[in-house]
Nanobody, 113 residues
């Protein structure tokens, strides 16, 4: 069984930055369709950013220019700059191991105004 584990969530002031990390229990290169999702209070889970099969990066309109998704040989990351109170949410990493969808347990990001 493959697991994903997020870290890096914290309380930060508006305008601040955070870097979320997602580690896999297996070789990160065996994980495809890497993406970050978030679920704010009273909201549905939404796609924030991801890396496609060909390495192309895609972002939700609400985070373009502020967030950057990346990966290296051990983890994948979400760099979040110019954070806003509306970015407050539990952030989840997601990937596919073969045809199996895998989710992390989530990490809380709270942005104070």
């Amino acid at each position: 069984q493959v697991r994903l584990v997020e870290s890096g969530g914290d309380l930060v002031q508006s305008g601040g930055s955070l870097r979320l990390s997602c580690a896999a229990s297996r070789n990160i290169n065996s994980i495809s369709d890497i993406a970050w999702y978030r679920q704010g209070p009273g909201k549905e889970r939404e796609l924030v950013a991801g890396i496609g099969l060909r390495g192309n990066r895609h972002y939700a309109d609400s985070v373009k220019g502020r967030f950057t998704v990346s990966r290296d040989n051990t983890k994948f990351y979400l760099q979040m700059n110019m954070l806003k109170p509306e970015d407050t949410a539990v952030y989840y990493c997601h990937g596919k191991y073969g045809r199996v969808d895998i989710w992390g347990q989530g990490t809380q990001v709270t942005v104070s105004s």
